[in-house]
């Protein structure tokens, strides 16, 4: 039987896409998933022991300044209003993170006010031009001591090389703050989902069909066949069959242990900045969510491991080579026009959730319809 598109991947930009071109478009669709569950990275599911949602992808944390993103997803579930907060562990102690006056004053032994904090910094930083890469931009905007302490070390387990072979973009993601301001995220909105996200997806594929543990490239031809446009939310190298080289992408190892105690770490992600300890953060999903009621004589926790694993790719590393490889895969997706690539994955951008949502929510109005 024929349908009108075919998406591959149910994360979020693929069911975004779905659910626009069923609802508004009034297409008959159906969704694809390799893995043996529709929700992409941001699927989460209930501990089997414990009842407390593990997000099984690493703690997804939703955030926007994004109007449209918000009023959108909030069609789908309600918020909760969790504010996300992150501390880091450094030689036995405990800071705050993203750093801000708390962390400096703690790490320096200093009483700074705020006023004072922008003069401290600038005497610590040499003036860098134009930072090339990671680390001239992070010691441009902490200096060297904070950078070797939270940055240096944190950075190269989790990409796997040197901060000076990645781009300076990636720190850019977190804030230097001169108040006891503690939040990770500086937008508007932010929250998680009251009964957990993979509902959210689940409400998403109201008007599409879905078929899991289905890998659309090893059967292309057939769902080419079936279906006038494809969506493809996959890794775009795969989709060209590597043809010009691999891109470089990070994958995560996740694992999970559960404690027969109340509360492990008192925080829902610690991270680990030092370079000899194997993993990058620890996760405990329970504190994501104080407001439901939960056993007191157990907790999950899981630790995040950085490492390079080809059928999961998760983060892409975007070294001036990689960039240089993605335009020839995006010149040959341009001759195309019955397939329209979206999402971390086949863009090949480092997006958050909302990121992900604002390009579907485009694309299925000027792509696809
Ligand atoms: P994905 O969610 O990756 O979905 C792509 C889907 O396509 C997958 O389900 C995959 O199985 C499927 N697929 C791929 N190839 C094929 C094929 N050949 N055939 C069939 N199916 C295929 N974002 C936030 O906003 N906040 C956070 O706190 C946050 N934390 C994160 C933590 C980690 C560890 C990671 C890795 C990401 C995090 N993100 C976070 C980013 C977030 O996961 C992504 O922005 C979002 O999930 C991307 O959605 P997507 O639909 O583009 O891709
Ligand atoms: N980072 C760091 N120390 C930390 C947290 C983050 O150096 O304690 C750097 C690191 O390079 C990381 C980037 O900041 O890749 C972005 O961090 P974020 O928490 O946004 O990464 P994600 O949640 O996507 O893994």
Known sequence: MSVDLVVVGSGFFGLTIAERAAAELDLKVVVLDRRRHIGGNAYSEREAQTGIEVHRYGAHLFHTSNEKVWEYVSRFTKFTDYQHKVYTSHKGEVFPMPINLGTINAFFGTTLKPVEVEGFLAARRPVIERPANLE?????????????AFIAGYTEKQWGRSPRDLPASIITRLPVRSSYDDSYFDDRY???????????????????????????????????ARAHRVVYTGPIDAYFGYCHGRLNWRSVRFETRVLGTADSQGTAVMNYADIDVPYTRIHEPKHLHPERTCRADTTVVVREYSQVDNDAPYYPVGTPEDNALLERYQALAAEDPRVRMGGRLAQYKYFDMHHVIAHALKAAREDVA
Do not use: C, M, N
């Not at 992070?138 to 070797?148: D, F, N, P, Q, T």
């Open 136 to 148: 001239e931009k992070a010691i441009s905007l902490v200096g060297e001591e904070l950078y070797r």
């Open 190 to 224: 932010q929250g998680l989902p009251v009964d957990g996200y993979t509902p959210i997806f689940e409400r998403l594929l109201t008007g599409a069909d879905v078929e899991t543990g289905v890998d659309f490239l090893a059967d292309r031809d057939h769902w080419r």
